[in-house]
């Protein structure tokens, strides 16, 4: 299963509210998605699985949502520590699929 | 403190060979699928193999399958990559990261990589 996400760079300030895309190339269970963030330098974090059930400690200002091809990562006011890239993940079949990222910026 | 430490990683050879450790701490491991995930420099994520908590499944990406052997030992707290045949493709930080629950979840908890460089 391919994951495509756009776009591929988000230049917004700090406040500002974000919006991430990532679509399947087949449809998949609301269940098998997550979405992570990487900065600079450091491992992917955990942040939303079963499309929109956030992990552990993550704030609520993040969320997910989306059905069959299409999911959707929100943050809905960006802290200066959120500029960073986001990746999804289908995890329902094998091989374990990750999209190629989204870059949020800072404008 | 949960915990993943890789470990092993260095410069090698087109067509060498290498063995990753990740040693885990914190949580019950033997209840745990865990993964290898590798990035290649300035690029994205890719999964490369899971095992299950047991180590009776085993899954691969294609572009490692039948080079790369996954295993681990329960009663170490260990999780292992055996790699072989390697390429300049392979050239990437590896990290260890355990899957949330059953294999079929995300990846709650991640190592801090261990880095792998194919070169002549």
């Known amino acids: 299963i391919v994951l495509t996400q756009s776009p591929g760079i988000l230049s917004l300030s700090p406040g500002e509210r974000a919006t991430l895309s990532c679509r399947a190339s087949q449809s998949i269970s609301s269940r098998n998605l997550g979405w992570y963030q990487q900065k600079p330098g450091q491992a992917p974090r955990f942040l939303i699985y079963a499309a929109s059930s956030r992990a552990t400690g993550i704030p609520d200002r993040f969320s997910g949502s989306g059905s069959g091809t299409d999911f959707t990562l929100t943050i809905t006011r960006l802290e200066p520590e959120d500029f960073a890239v986001y990746y999804c993940q289908q995890y329902g079949s094998s091989p374990w699929t990750f999209g190629q990222g989204t870059k949020v910026e800072i404008k | 403190e949960v915990q993943l430490v890789e470990s092993g990683g260095a410069v090698v050879q087109p067509g060498g060979s290498l063995r990753l450790s990740c040693a885990a701490s914190?949580?019950?491991?033997?209840?745990?699928?865990m993964n290898w995930v590798r990035q290649p420099p300035g690029k994205g994520l890719e999964w490369v193999s899971l095992i299950s908590w047991e180590g009776g499944s085993t899954y691969y990406a294609d572009s490692v399958k039948g080079r790369f052997t996954i295993s681990r030992d329960n009663s170490k707290n260990s999780l292992y990559l055996e790699m072989n045949s390697l390429t300049i493709e392979d050239t990437a930080l590896y990290y260890c990261?355990?899957?949330?629950?059953?294999?079929?979840?995300?990846?709650?908890?991640w190592g801090q990589g261990t880095m792998v460089i194919v070169s002549s």
């Open positions: 914190g949580f019950t491991f033997d209840d745990c699928s």
């Open positions: 990261a355990k899957s949330q629950g059953s294999s079929w979840s995300g990846f709650d908890i």
